[in-house]
Nanobody
């Protein structure tokens, strides 16, 4: 059973930075895509960024391009989301998820970590 555990959330002022981590366990990852999503109060869960586990290709939502960077450490089975120049509208619960490269459905999700950006 795959387990994803997020950490690194917190309260930060606008313009500040945070780094989220997602520790994955329960299987060997190869042809998988790891992603970050976020959900603000009263809104739907939105895609933030993704990275292919094998090749390291990255994908970003337009709203975070140039500010957020997704990366992975295959030795530690961990995915990171470096968030810079944070804005109040980045406030949300951030979730880590994983899917196979051949599908679009994310099969496993973490419990989420709260990020709050004050103005």
């Amino acid at each position: 059973q795959v387990q994803l555990v997020e950490s690194g959330g917190g309260l930060v002022q606008a313009g500040g930075s945070l780094r989220l981590s997602c520790a994955a366990s329960g299987r060997t990852f190869s042809r998988h895509v790891m992603a970050w999503f976020r959900q603000a109060p009263g809104k739907e869960r939105d895609f933030v960024a993704a990275i292919s586990w094998s090749g390291g290709n990255t994908y970003y939502a337009d709203s975070v391009k140039g500010r957020f960077t997704i990366s992975r450490d295959t030795a530690k089975n961990t995915v990171y989301l470096q968030m810079n120049s944070l804005k109040p509208e980045d406030t949300a619960v951030y979730y880590c998820a994983v899917r196979y490269e051949s599908t679009w459905k994310y099969d496993y999700w973490g419990q989420g970590t709260q990020v709050t950006v004050s103005s």
